[in-house]
Every structure is written in C-alpha cells, then in structure tokens.
T-cell receptor, first 109, second 116 residues
Framework: GNSVTQMEGPVTLSEEAFLTINCTYT??????LFWYVQYPGEGLQLLLK?????DKGSNKGFEATYRKETTSFHLEKGSVQVSDSAVYFC????????FGAGTTVTVRA | DAGVIQSPRHEVTEMGQEVTLRCKPI?????LFWYRQTMMRGLELLIYFNNNVPIDDSGMPEDRFSAKMPNASFSTLKIQPSEPRDSAVYFC??????????????FGPGTRLTVT
C-alpha cells in the first residue's frame, strides 16, 4: 500500500539556520505530494504541494521538489524564524491522504 | 468561507459517558474525513465520507465509535461508552474532489477530548 516516511524529530535550530526535513514515499501510480504544517493548538494547514514529477511546490519561503527517481519530497527553508516552530507532516494523495509521522521543529531566537 | 467548523473545542467527560463530536464541512466539499491525533499513534484516519456516504471506516477503533453524515453540511462522531484511552484530539477535514487532479484537505481546529 501507499506510505510516507519522514525523518524523526525533534529538530531544534537557531534563527536563520537552514532547515531540511526528509520525506520519502512508496506508492503505486503517480500520487500528489503535500506538506502540511500544524502550529501549536491548531489544525493542519496545507503548506505546499506538487502534483507531478519535477514539480516544485513553494510557500512562505519553504520549497519541496517532487523527485520520482528517488521517491522523495524533502522540505527545505533557507532561513528559519521562530514563527516556523511547528509540526510538519509529509503526505501523499491517491484518493485519501496518507500522512507521515510528523516532525517537530523548534526554532530558537 | 468560515472553514471547517468543529464543536466543541474541548470536552472533558467521565469514563462510560457518551461523547458526540460535531463537524460542519466547507460548503461545496463532497468529502469529509475524521482523524484522531495522539502522541503515541500520531495522526490516524478513522473514517471518511463521499457525498454523505461512508466509504472507508477501517480506521474506526471499535464498535464504541460511530460516525454519521445526515446531510452535506453536518457530521457527527460518537463514542459510547467513552474510555480514558479515547483521550485525543479529533480533527474533521473536508475536500473537494474534481473528476481529475489532486485535491487538498482543509482541517478544522480540532476537538480536544479528555476522558477521566
């Protein structure tokens, strides 16, 4: 079946550091890929998405590229802020979402 | 649009009591999902509906859990009787699924359930 594996956290960074969260997937066909973010006490929000190979999703300084050859969709941000502290979920969609376990990111001032 | 609305936001109840969680999806969305989130198990899909019909309830933990969607604008998740291990945050999400292409789910703020 379809599944998503993302790097375990927690991840702690200083402001302006570079962030990478690895995500790999297993799927039949060509699913769409998503990154969701959950801020403390809130529901999940879509951060970015990509619908086909080599697509790059981007939002709020975050980027991720759909790599079919490595079945990956790693999330990156060049300079994090304290406000980026949250839990990040990688997900794939073939008619319902399959989520990764989530990675907790804490950014310190 | 107001987004997905869930009520109550917090619920504290005693073991053995019935609990009903409510969800109003975004107007026009024809898929509705119920999730449970715990520290131990992460985010789990419990059940989802398409056009008010339950499609996959394989994630419902046991017969104490039931979900209904009587119309396009309302769904309930009921736990009867509740147990302490049901304590979690329950999320409702909705989406619009066109004939082709991807779709994204919109999540409500969640209901934090505590069973003592």
């Amino acid at each position: 079946g379809n599944s998503v594996t993302q790097m375990e956290g927690p991840v702690t960074l200083s402001e302006e550091a570079f962030l990478t969260i690895n995500c790999t997937y297993t799927a039949t066909g060509y699913p769409s890929l998503f990154w969701y973010v959950q801020y403390p006490g809130e529901g999940l929000q879509l951060l970015l998405k990509a619908t086909k190979a080599d697509d790059k999703g981007s939002n709020k300084g975050f980027e991720a590229t759909y790599r079919k050859e490595t079945t990956s969709f790693h999330l990156e941000k060049g300079s994090v802020q304290v406000s980026d502290s949250a839990v990040y979920f990688c997900a794939l969609n073939d008619y319902k979402l399959s989520f990764g376990a989530g990675t907790t990111v804490t950014v310190r001032a | 649009d107001a987004g997905v609305i869930q009520s109550p936001r917090h619920e504290v109840t005693e073991m053995g009591q019935e609990v009903t969680l409510r969800c109003k999806p975004i107007s026009g969305h024809d898929y509705l999902f119920w999730y449970r989130q715990t520290m131990m198990r992460g985010l789990e899909l419990l059940i989802y509906f398409n056009n008010n019909v339950p499609i996959d309830d394989s994630g419902m933990p046991e017969d104490r859990f039931s979900a209904k969607m009587p119309n396009a604008s309302f769904s309930t998740l009921k736990i009867q009787p509740s147990e302490p291990r049901d304590s979690a945050v329950y999320f409702c999400a909705s989406s619009f699924a066109p004939g082709t292409g991807p779709y994204e789910q919109y999540f409500g703020p969640g209901t934090r359930l505590t069973v003592t």
